[in-house]
């Protein structure tokens, strides 16, 4: 064989090398990654249609989920510590819930969540979603996280810690919560209309203060007949679980904002009594 033979015949074994190693690479890639990093949806199942095709939206444009973090408040105040999973979960039908236990596990390990079964069946801010979630997203592994009111930033930051760890990018973050309660429609949609320009301003902003999405989720004329009515954000059930929510999408970067839908009990029913209203904010990031 000549010299040029020779310097072609390695050229061409050169080529066909890198080819073969681009076809492998090709072959032993992960799944397409999801575009939708994290929703926000009301656990209010008034509005169970606009749920089902907002779920069906992101389901599609996202196939591939792979895990979800479901964040909701505590409504009832259930179990000792202030953030808590469980690694056992039955639907209403009786279907047992694809949770994913290892991961809970290991994070309960740190003890910055604690696992406290008791009434997780009755926390609507978890259930109500899965209805959706069980449908849409069948092959998830989930991830059900509760938070009491008033638990410490600090708290919150030790669990972003744990749970920025183990986002993979084909985990689908949810925050559960809904929005303004016990006031007259005119000033739940001022209330609505601040965080919505929040969430707009969060990929210019880029920051993510708790204090103020706590100043956010507090309103004027609240209604509500709770004794400690003063200290509760009626403006937002769980300013907790927005702010984790947040936070995890800040590490991720996927600060980006789109608004779905926003609704009420009282567009919706014409409802007058400020008691009964409920407000409702579905968007994706």
Known sequence: MGFFSVKKFFAISLIALTLTGCATKQISEPKNQITTKAIIVPHHLLVENYLTDFYKQISEKNPNVEKIILISPNHFNYGNRYIQSTTSLTDKDGTKINIDKN??????????????????????????????????????????????????????????????????????????????????????????????KYFENLSKTKEINFNEIKKLATTENAKTADENAENYPVALDSPESLYLGLKLLQTENALTFTFFKRTSSASLLGLTNPLDNTSHIFGEF
Do not use: C, W
């Open 103 to 196: 991961e809970i596990a290991k994070i309960s390990q740190t003890g910055v969540i604690s696992i406290e079964p008791i009434y997780f069946e009755k926390e609507h801010g978890i259930m109500n979603e899965l209805i959706f979630t069980n449908k849409y997203f069948k092959n998830a592994k989930i991830i059900p996280i509760r938070i009491k009111n008033g638990t410490s930033k600090d708290r919150l930051d030790m669990v972003l810690n744990e749970l920025s760890k183990i986002v993979t990018p084909n985990t689908l973050i949810i925050v559960s919560a809904d929005f303004t309660h016990y006031t007259d429609e005119k000033i739940a949609l001022k209330n609505d209309e601040r965080f919505l």
